[in-house]
């Protein structure tokens, strides 16, 4: 059926009305809540990394459209303009839908109440309508048009599409601090009443978690995993005239070891009768370390010779046998605060991370300390921002302000690395980090970051340190301990035990 130049008009206005009335009210809700604007488009799991520059582009491309459709003479180019980015808007739902890591919560704006299937089908009717008011539009042959619709189509499908992989590549391996929230990668389960704050976190086997407590420094706490039951065992040391001062233990099933670096002195015994004999004493002096397997122990101590923090290895068959590897750890400042940081361990892997205190790096090295790579986390410290000072009287070296925190604590658990950050990304809300503490989670084996989450605070209290077992991540809060289940987003990216 052939319509008169009349209707034609009218029906290319009325369809241009329509998309005049769509972009001024989405473009107006975007300009008049545009930080949340900017905020959603920093958490989606395709335009993160240009969120920036996205979020001032899109209304002005709206309400350039708008005026470019409001003007009869640029009617057709305003049409053409429409249906592109009507088309763009469709290929980033479906990449949100088919391709994307996680779906958020909602797209936003006009249409947040709509579900992304709803607002992918209205999107699809109005890149027909446009198609039908150029169709319609004089001059110029239908061949001509359907190149160009077909063209266009296209290039703004191969531009999202671009845009996806160009983010996914900067967020991942290049991230400029913008952190991603998949829908509850971890998911309150349990939770008990420890009675105290004053238990840390000293192993697990087979389900079992435990506890070690600085109050009462040779007594474990053993909890099982749906956090039931609770038994206590004591430690008994084959020789207990030594000045303890900060012990610490630590399990690598079968096998537990009750440590003093200030003794120095190391206790090594079997979990089967809570029995530990004496098996090191004398130098050096070391503040952390991490159980290798039954025969070695790294740890971290003041090198003499160089006052700065270094990490070595004790041989638990020849005590005599100390190795130390003063280059893996890199001095900034002065060497001992600028290098701060904790010492982790993954049996799976045989991999030993050092992840630092106060700046944006970690290093991971095999399990005989030979450096493997050195990595980052997301956020962009890259230098210990902190102020040191020389007493000249005693020549000792302190703070002269609070440090900037950047990783707080931090778990390992078969190639993942978690790490609880101290500091806020971009498109965060301030509110969140004073109900929640944040962990962003690693993938060890190409470097990259993978997805973050929050643990909330419990009876105004937030957590201090966590553990990975599992699917299961334990937190300590207060005077709790609490179960967070891992959601597939988490436990997908856990390699497979090595085969020995």
């Known amino acids: 059926m052939k319509l008169s130049p009349f209707l034609k008009s009218n029906v290319i206005y009325f369809i241009s009305l329509l998309y005049i009335l769509l972009f001024t009210y989405a473009a107006v809700s975007k300009i008049l809540d545009f930080e949340n604007f900017q905020v959603q488009l920093g958490q989606s799991p395709l335009l993160s990394a240009y969120a920036d520059y996205v979020a001032f582009a899109v209304p002005a491309l709206e309400l350039l459209i708008c005026c470019l459709l409001l003007v009869s003479r640029c009617r057709v180019i305003g049409l ?8 763009m808007f469709t290929a980033y739902i479906y990449i949100i839908l088919n391709y994307s890591s996680f779906i958020p919560c909602s797209c936003g704006g006009i249409l947040e109440d709509l579900s992304w299937n709803q607002h992918m089908l209205f999107n699809i009717a109005f890149i027909i309508l446009s198609v039908i008011a150029i169709l319609l539009s004089e001059p110029g042959l239908k061949t001509i048009k359907y190149i160009l619709i077909g063209c266009g189509g296209l290039m703004s499908i191969g531009l999202i599409f671009a845009l996806f992989y160009m983010s996914e590549n900067l967020i991942h391996h290049y991230n400029n601090f913008t952190r991603r929230f998949p829908h509850f990668p971890a998911v309150l389960d349990k939770e008990m009443n420890l009675q105290a704050d004053s238990y840390y976190f000293a192993g697990s086997d087979n389900g079992k978690i435990y506890l ?65 004999s004496y098996i090191m004493r004398g130098n050096p002096y070391f503040s952390q370390f991490a159980p290798i397997d039954s025969t070695k122990i790294a740890f971290r101590t ?52 050092y992840i630092y205190t106060y700046r944006n790096q970690y290093s991971v090295t095999d399990k005989n300390l030979k450096l493997l790579y050195r990595g980052n986390t997301i956020d962009t410290t890259a230098h210990a921002n902190l102020k040191v000072v020389t007493i000249s009287n005693s020549g000792e070296t302190k ?56 643990i909330y605070n419990s009876d105004g209290k937030k957590m201090r340190s966590f553990y990975i ?16 289940k891992l959601r597939k987003s988490v436990t997908e990216n856990f390699k497979q035990r090595i085969l020995k």
Not at 323 to 331: H, M, Q
């Open 302 to 353: 003041i090198l003499k010779k160089t006052k700065t923090n270094t990490l070595g290895l004790f041989d638990l068959t020849d005590t005599t046998a100390i190795k130390f590897e003063p280059k893996l750890i890199e001095k900034q400042i002065d060497g001992v605060f600028d290098t701060d940081g904790q010492t982790l361990y993954d049996a799976a892997f045989e991999k030993l991370v």
């Open 80 to 87: 053409y303009s429409a249906y592109g980015l009507m088309v």
């Open 399 to 454: 703070l002269s302000a609070p440090p900037l925190i950047v990783n707080n604590t931090s778990a390992v658990f078969k190639n993942t690395l978690f790490v609880s950050s101290n500091l806020p990304g971009k498109y965060e809300s301030l509110e969140m980090w004073k109900k929640a503490a944040i962990v962003d989670v690693y993938n060890l084996e190409n470097r990259s970051y993978l997805l973050s989450f929050y």
């Open 212 to 276: 070690g407590n600085y109050t009462a420094p040779l007594q474990i706490l053993e909890i099982d995993s749906a956090l039931q039951t609770k038994t206590i065992h004591r430690i008994k040391l084959d020789k207990m005239n030594l000045p303890f001062t900060t012990i610490q233990i630590k399990i690598l099933a079968p096998y537990f070891y009750v440590v003093d670096g200030n003794v120095p002195c190391i206790f090594k015994g079997k979990t089967t009768d809570w029995k530990a």
């Open 469 to 484: 077992d599992g699917d299961k991540l334990y937190v300590l809060i207060g005077s709790k301990i609490v179960i967070y």
